[in-house]
């Protein structure tokens, strides 16, 4: 391992749960019944991604700017609402990987004004050679294309990167990128099939690396 790659939301901090909240409650606005199971399944997903899915699976047109504005105005709220805290373990394996040497990065599907905020509200910036949205890449995580970003951004191969991953759809991209991926089952992050993982923890403080 030369390199180790964190997912953000449902990872590092217990984000993954609001998101579904507040794409729900949009769906609950305009008349569309959706359980948090069902929306669990676009977990990892870049914005506007469950609204796209949500219509195609209903056969309906939605104006997906306009109702992700509104989730960013209800996520926000909760968010400011709640007192943010790493989860459980990852401020030791964040000391471990530093005191190593490894360079780390966070690859999310978040934005970058978010991804920002929540490193700097954690204060763990200093942590990260590199922070990568996938907000602007083509194509959201099952594809690959984040962490082949985030391995040509740190100039490490691919065979060589960690993954930790909370979701059904970025343990596959890991997976696609030819990295080694950590499943960790996050029960705030809906009931995700994480079987395409090399290996799963319950906790974070389950990883033991070989440094």
């Given at each position: 391992?030369?390199?180790?790659?964190?997912?953000?939301?449902?990872?590092?901090?217990?984000?993954?749960?609001y998101?579904s909240?507040?794409?729900?409650?949009?769906?609950?606005?305009?008349?569309?019944?959706?359980?948090?199971?069902?929306?669990?399944q676009y977990?990892?997903?870049k914005?506007?991604?469950?609204?796209?899915?949500?219509?195609?699976?209903?056969?309906?047109?939605l104006?997906?700017?306009?109702?992700?504005?509104?989730?960013?105005?209800?996520?926000?709220?909760?968010?400011?609402?709640t007192?943010?805290q790493?989860?459980?373990g990852i401020?030791?394996?964040?000391?471990?990987?530093?005191?190593?040497g490894?360079?780390?990065?966070?690859?999310?599907?978040s934005?970058?004004?978010f991804?920002a905020?929540?490193?700097?509200?954690?204060?763990?910036?200093?942590f990260f050679t590199a922070?990568?949205?996938g907000e602007?890449?083509?194509?959201?995580?099952?594809?690959?294309a984040?962490?082949?970003?985030a391995a040509r951004?740190?100039?490490?191969?691919?065979?060589?990167?960690?993954?930790?991953?909370?979701?059904?759809?970025?343990?596959?991209?890991?997976k696609?990128?030819?990295?080694?991926?950590?499943?960790?089952q996050?029960p705030?992050s809906?009931?995700?099939?994480?079987?395409?993982?090399?290996e799963?923890?319950?906790?974070?403080?389950?990883?033991?690396?070989?440094?």
């Amino acid at each position: 391992m030369e390199a180790f790659l964190f997912d953000m939301d449902g990872v590092i901090v217990d984000t993954q749960q609001y998101h579904s909240q507040a794409l729900q409650q949009v769906f609950t606005e305009v008349g569309i019944s959706v359980s948090l199971e069902e929306l669990s399944q676009y977990a990892g997903t870049k914005r506007g991604a469950s609204f796209r899915g949500i219509a195609a699976r209903r056969g309906l047109t939605l104006p997906v700017e306009q109702l992700s504005a509104r989730k960013d105005v209800i996520f926000n709220t909760i968010i400011a609402h709640t007192q943010l805290q790493p989860i459980e373990g990852i401020p030791e394996l964040l000391a471990k990987l530093q005191a190593a040497g490894i360079p780390m990065a966070i690859a999310s599907s978040s934005s970058d004004a978010f991804i920002a905020y929540i490193v700097d509200c954690l204060h763990i910036r200093s942590f990260f050679t590199a922070l990568l949205s996938g907000e602007n890449l083509p194509e959201s995580k099952p594809d690959p294309a984040i962490y082949q970003l985030a391995a040509r951004t740190l100039g490490i191969v691919p065979e060589q990167c960690v993954v930790l991953e909370d979701a059904a759809l970025g343990v596959q991209a890991a997976k696609a990128a030819g990295m080694y991926c950590i499943g960790y089952q996050n029960p705030h992050s809906g009931r995700q099939n994480l079987s395409k993982a090399d290996e799963i923890v319950a906790s974070i403080r389950e990883i033991h690396l070989t440094i």
